[in-house]
């Protein structure tokens, strides 16, 4: 089995013209998608992002530098995450093809590398 990061990007504009009744239904069908994919065993962790949008780190002259971002007012953004198990990325497509996070924005999938000597 391998292991995969899949990250939710979206375009906030697009959550904040939901109605608030439109959200609550929305994330009963992140919910309820995501527990038949948790009960499958094919989830190992799972995240939504808080939307104060977290820092930048880079080396600055004398250290870390860290600054604000990045801002939801970004076109795209990144809002969730979770690591998935599976035998390939076509298998792990077809187990997160009907992710309803794909009627609001789009994934990123990616395979994990085990580093030697990593548990």
Known sequence: MKTFAVFFHED?????KMSPAQMQEAIG????WLTRLRDSGHVQASAKLTEEGGKHLRRGGQGMVSSDGPF???KDVVTGLFILQAQSYEDAQARIAD??????GWMELREIEVLVGAK
């Open 12 to 16: 906030a504009a697009v959550l904040t």
């Open 29 to 32: 069908r992140y919910r309820s």
């Open 72 to 74: 939801v007012e970004g």
């Open 99 to 104: 992710c309803p996070h794909l009627d609001f």
